[in-house]
């Protein structure tokens, strides 16, 4: 049996996708099963993204447009000129030169549903073999993308349920096989050197945020044995790579110094970044650790700066030990990424304040904000329980493509956001363009390359 993993367009094209080549090398390690993976996402870019590719802030503005006029042909064309979708035909080619017997499309971005589904369409048309849908933007969809675009789904953790689907006698031998990364070419990704995604667990070892779904991508939190990081590491030291980002949803203080001081041990080159919360169990003793085992990028969440909020949105973090963390990240050598949150429906303009204050009180130790605005995910804690959040007249909306969209009353919604935005803006360090390009950070900051 041949199966075909797709990871399809579009989202920036900065790093290969450890979805697919971790499913590649489980289904492969526990089954006769021959899987082939398609990264028609870089194809794409590839595509319509020709000439240099050193002007990010170009590329951005470009990305957007490109994906903004590519989506809208999909919505317009989807029923019944399909074949005149942009790229359409061209990606289709690459999937029927697989001879796939079934097809896995992997959907981690809301961005891929429009692409997704066109070809899950146009499968359907020209070779009529099963579609499956998985990843993390699918979780609790199921219902809606099986009936209406005749597409199999698989929610949560992909490996044994995608196993059971397509091998059902096969047995879990292997549970976590490193990642099969040989059907990319690392030399396609819009990066300055090759930027490797690990992962040291599953799930989210704190899993209580109100307004997030990451936690339900696994069905529980599971950590991957050290000695199996390491272990994948030296493979990628071996072929000259030596930049990795954890994509774990959140790894704990004790958890980062246990991988730091395994990597010390071994004495591998790598520079790495990863996510967590600034929790105080982050002290000067764990920060100097991690620097000196290669890491030079925190992404923190700490989302406000203001302790009701934080309360209310049960991010289980301290506001007060935040300013120390950060500042002692700083002196270390780590760059501080912070990600941030504004209108929450239960904080009014007054506490949104609380987190500018922080943010600015603390501009010397932060090296990039990165700003968004709340919305309602479908699936969430907050979406069962709307009135404990301020959350009133809550109103889901269909939509054809994507997964359902709430609309609801915020009565301490701010008005006027953008005097906010410019503080914010003064403060990053880096162009916004870098946000959707960090691993350049990692790369800059690694080895001090210039980033023009």
């Given at each position: 049996m041949r199966l075909t993993l797709i990871y399809p367009p579009s989202c920036p094209p900065?790093?290969?996708?450890?979805?697919?080549?971790?499913?590649?090398s489980f289904v492969e390690s526990n089954?006769?099963?021959?899987?082939?993976?398609?990264?028609?996402?870089?194809a794409f870019h590839r595509h319509f993204f020709k000439g240099d590719q050193t002007d990010r802030s170009h590329l951005i503005s470009h990305f957007n447009q490109v994906y903004q006029k590519t989506n809208k042909?999909?919505?317009?064309?989807?029923?019944?000129?399909?074949?005149?979708?942009?790229f359409l035909q061209e990606m289709m080619d690459f999937i029927i030169?697989?001879?796939p017997d079934i097809i896995g499309i992997s959907v981690c971005f809301n961005q891929q549903f429009f692409y997704a589904c066109a070809l899950a369409k146009a499968i359907k048309e020209r070779l009529g073999v099963r579609v499956i849908f998985g990843g993390s933007a699918v979780t609790s969809c199921t219902e809606k993308y099986e009936s209406e675009f005749d597409v199999e789904v698989i929610e949560g953790d992909g490996g044994e349920r995608l196993l059971s689907r397509i091998s059902p006698d096969s047995g879990v031998t292997d549970q976590w096989p490193h990642p099969d990364y040989s059907d990319f070419d690392l030399k396609d990704y819009f990066s300055i050197e090759p930027v490797i995604p690990l992962q040291s667990s599953r799930g989210c070892y704190w899993g209580k945020c109100a307004f997030c779904v990451h936690h339900m991508t696994f069905d529980k939190y599971c950590q991957r044995p050290i000695a199996d990081i390491l272990s994948e590491i030296r493979m990628h030291n071996?072929?000259?790579?030596?930049?990795?980002a954890f994509v774990d949803d959140m790894i704990s203080s004790r958890r980062a110094k246990e991988i730091a001081q395994a990597i010390i041990k071994e004495g591998l080159r790598v520079f790495f970044q990863f996510e967590t919360k600034p929790t105080k169990d982050f002290d000067r003793a764990v920060l100097d650790v991690l620097y000196e085992a290669g890491c030079r990028i925190i992404i923190w969440g700490l989302e406000s700066g203001n302790q009701d909020t934080i309360d209310a949105m049960q991010k289980g973090l301290i506001v007060s030990d935040v300013p120390g963390i950060l500042k002692e990240?700083?002196?270390?050598?780590?760059?501080?990424?912070?990600?941030?949150?504004?209108n929450f429906p239960t904080e009014d303009e007054t506490g949104f304040q609380k987190t500018i204050k922080l943010l600015g009180d603390n501009r010397d130790y932060i090296t990039f904000i990165s700003k968004s605005e709340f919305g309602l995910v479908h699936g969430s804690p907050m979406i069962k329980e709307p009135e404990r959040f301020g959350i009133l007249d809550m109103v889901m909306q269909k939509r054809v493509f994507l997964p359902p969209v709430y609309k609801f009353t915020n009565h301490n919604k701010i008005a006027r956001f953008g005097q906010y935005d410019m503080i914010i803006n003064a403060i990053n360090k880096k162009q916004f363009h870098?946000?959707?390009?960090?691993?350049?950070?990692?790369?800059?900051?690694?080895r001090d390359d210039q980033i023009k």
């Open positions: 900065i790093r290969p996708p450890m979805g697919i080549a971790a499913l590649k089954s006769d099963v021959s899987v082939r993976c398609l990264d028609l996402n870089i042909e999909v919505k317009e064309k989807f029923k019944d000129r399909l074949w005149e979708i942009p030169a697989t001879e071996e072929n000259g790579v030596e930049h990795f990240s700083h002196e270390t050598g780590i760059k501080n990424y912070v990600f941030m949150m504004y870098l946000h959707y390009f960090m691993d350049h950070m990692l790369v800059e900051y690694g």
